[in-house]
T-cell receptor, first 115, second 109 residues
């Protein structure tokens, strides 16, 4: 079982360019999440989706957008990248319905550098 | 505001025992998670506590005191492969995880 896959593994992006980070899970989990991880800080939630067709804003949503057209895919788009978006991005999923406490499982991450 | 505190770095010896503490202040509480993260890899789930007390899982145990806003992760019989960061996370009243910055554990032979 692949679990959660993310693409690309790493990317260098020029400031002002747009980019979509891809995330796919094969566990049929209801909920999916996007986090960023920066040195010295805890994981911070960017956006989440409790079920296909719905999305919500996390702690740091500005500059990012998401969509959830189906259960398996949850892409994260940076419309116009800025250097402060340099980070490691993790996608995660859980079998929770809204209000559930199920464990979150993480993809391998995408290391993004914005110059 | 919401806050999760854990030590930045700890060092321990192979074969020994280490306790990693986590204190939290969050809006609501729906459980506390511990994750392990090796350098350059994804976090992986270790344990979940929602009631007070100790949960044991092999060499790893996790303790929770809700009244004190406190948890610890206990690692026994340390192995070199236990060198990693250990992340404490609390699920708040909105069922969102609030994460600590992680404790980097260095194991020495």
């Amino acid at each position: 079982t692949a679990g959660i896959t993310q693409a690309p593994t790493s990317q260098i992006l020029a400031a002002g360019r747009s980019m979509t980070l891809r995330c796919t899970q094969d566990m049929r989990h209801n909920a999916m999440y996007w986090y960023r991880q920066d040195l010295g800080l805890g994981l911070r939630l960017i956006h989440y989706s409790n079920t296909a067709g719905t999305t919500g804003k996390g702690e740091v949503p500005d500059g990012y957008s998401v969509s959830r057209a189906n259960t398996d895919d949850f892409p994260l788009t940076l419309a116009s990248a800025v250097p402060s978006q340099t980070s490691v991005y993790f996608c995660a999923s859980s079998d929770s319905l809204a209000g559930g406490t199920d464990t979150q499982y993480f993809g391998p991450g995408t290391r993004l550098t914005v110059l | 505001g919401q806050n999760i505190d854990q030590p930045t770095e700890m060092t321990a010896t192979e074969g020994a025992i280490v306790q990693i503490n986590c204190t939290y202040q969050t809006s609501g509480f729906n459980g506390l998670f511990w994750y392990q993260q090796h350098a350059g890899e994804a976090p992986t789930f270790l344990s979940y506590n929602v009631l007070d007390g100790l949960e044991e899982k092999g060499r790893f145990s996790s303790f929770l005191s809700r009244s004190k806003g406190y948890s610890y992760l206990l690692l026994k019989e340390l192995q070199m492969k236990d060198s990693a960061s250990y992340l404490c996370a609390v699920m708040d009243s909105n069922y969102q995880l609030i994460w600590g910055a992680g404790t980097k554990l260095i194991i020495k032979p």
